[in-house]
């Protein structure tokens, strides 16, 4: 009977399976016998994606920057009528981790304290996110003064949100968004605006 080989996976699950290790354990339970253990696969298979772990670690912090800054940035620049919609569409990153994966971001964070190249790059991400955000302040009309420091509010208030690990019940979490923005922008949101924010995340309205 010929021997059977074990298959190599892709480097997306190989990369999937990264992640979740980082999430759960930092980056020092990235390594590649475990990786190879939890998708039972032969850690050959990860040699043939990855030339080393350091080169595992470069597409791990290539996809976070894509998908987390890449989506604020891209949420940040959508069309909107009003400064409330448009701080709605950003909203959307923080419950949505299609678009935002907030567990990946703080592990991030978490590598950079001991990463001097990784805590570099997470300070340009950080600059991007909050530029992005001034920009779109500014085209609302706020002065450029006004604008860095309502972003500078938006980004710190997440990363807080963040690392506190806060629990909320689903719509709790989402009747509280409106207010943010208001505070964020200084001026109520249209009512418009919330509902369709609201009905986007599947509110649902104890009190119908």
């Keep these: ?65 894509e998908k987390n800054t890449g989506n604020l940035v891209a949420r940040c620049n959508l069309a909107a009528a009003n400064i409330g919609d448009a701080l709605f569409n950003v909203m959307d990153c923080w419950l949505d981790p299609a678009l935002f994966d907030a567990k990946l971001d703080l592990a991030i964070r978490n590598w950079a304290r001991i990463d001097t190249g990784l805590k570099h790059r997470l300070s340009q991400a950080d600059d991007l996110r909050i530029q992005a955000l001034a920009d779109m302040f500014i085209r609302f009309g706020y002065s450029s003064e006004q604008a860095q420091v309502r972003s500078l509010t938006v980004v710190y208030t997440q990363i807080g949100y963040i690392s506190m690990h806060v629990e909320e019940d689903w719509n ?17 949101p249209l009512t418009a605006d919330v509902e369709q924010f609201l009905n986007r995340h599947c509110f649902v309205n104890s009190q119908e």
Excluded: C, Q
């Excluded at 709790?172 to 109520?188: A, I, N, T």
């Design 1 to 65: 009977m010929k021997n059977v080989k074990r298959p190599r996976g892709s480097k997306d699950v190989w990369l999937n399976a990264a992640y979740e290790l980082l999430i759960e354990g930092g980056i020092d339970a990235v390594k590649v016998m475990p990786l190879a253990k939890r998708l039972n696969l032969s850690r050959t298979g990860f040699y043939w994606y990855f030339e080393d772990l350091a080169e595992l670690h470069r597409a791990m912090i290539e996809r976070w920057e």
């Design 172 to 188: 709790d979490r989402l009747k509280r968004v409106p207010h943010y923005v208001e505070l964020f922008s200084g001026l109520s």
